[in-house]
């Protein structure tokens, strides 16, 4: 997702250090990783961010850490059950991680901004995208309002089509309706769009009422199976063309922003009407019987076309672009 890595130490090592006891976290590492330009966060980084036993880097959201205590459990953190409170668990649980990059310091020039939330740092050369310009040359991650709607660049195809993901499940109207749950069909636990008694197949049906569909683009989409003992390379996929689909566990943006619903994800289980989702409060995702969790709504993920330009906006959360077709409609 790093659109260049111009400014980012590419040779970069991350500490792969076992720590058994808390209490013996080092920022002296004696076990490093191969070179990498990505990492994650170490038990040991976030210690040493506290301050009166507050950090930046605490969320009410559960992610792991990069040191595991031995060979199966890895360090986890949950300030919901007890402020920085960490506990290690089984590697095979759909837990989040934070990635860590090192910026280059004679690169990285802070030009504007504070550093906070509202007005975070504008580094070097990053300029917001102006009117007319294509969308496709813009960066993963930023904002677009499209019909109503508020989604995330999350990728781009061989076509240069731009791939958004929904920052929240599907509202139907300004109430907080959900336009689609996941049991207001039949049995059938897959999003399946050929199928009339899955929700895949009333989303493609129904969305036309809600979203114009004139700037997308039909595409090829992942149904991964659930299995937590393979990496995602290795998990048996079926594909399917939709004009709609909802991400998958491993998919930019398929985590939660602090959103007011748990939704269900695109993986299916082998287990007979299990199903896949995201809790809304702590961000994990869990392989659960339908019944368990009730009636979950989707967010969703689809295609603008390669020329989709910008009309407005500056591609953040607060202010984000909104879009038009190539030719101005």
Known sequence: ALSSKDWIKTDSTWCLDRVADLNQASLTCTNVSNPMPVGLLTVAEYQDSLQENSTYLQTSMVYRFLNKTDDTTSWMHNSMIGGNTFYSDEDNLLIGVRPVINLLPEKAYVMSGD???????????????????????????????????????????????????????????????????????????????????????????????????????????????????????????????????????????????????????????????????????????????????GNLPVKLVTYLKQDTLIAGGRGTAGNPYSVKGGSGQ
């Not at 998990?235 to 619903?261: N, R, W």
């Open 115 to 293: 550093g906070s939330l509202n007005s975070p740092y504008k580094l070097t050369d990053y300029e917001y995208g102006k009117d007319n310009d294509l969308l496709r040359d813009r960066l993963i991650g930023e904002y677009i309002n499209y019909s109503g709607q508020v989604w995330r660049i999350s990728g781009f195809d061989e076509n240069k089509n731009i791939k958004i993901t929904m920052t929240t499940p599907f509202l139907s109207d300004l109430e907080g309706d959900y336009a689609f749950r996941y049991d207001d069909v039949g049995q059938v636990k897959k999003f399946d769009p050929t199928d009339p008694t899955s929700i895949g197949y009333k989303v493609q049906e129904r969305m036309g009422l809600y979203v114009d569909q004139s700037l997308l683009v039909e595409h090829e989409y992942e149904r991964p199976q659930l299995d937590t003992t393979k990496s995602y390379s290795d998990v048996a996929k079926e594909t399917f063309t939709a004009m709609f689909s909802i991400p998958a566990t491993y998919d930019l943006f398929s985590g939660t922003q602090g959103v007011g619903s748990s939704y269900f994800l695109i993986d299916y289980s082998t287990e007979p009407l299990y199903i896949v989702f995201t809790n809304a409060v702590n961000g994990v995702a869990f392989e659960i019987d339908h019944l368990s969790f």
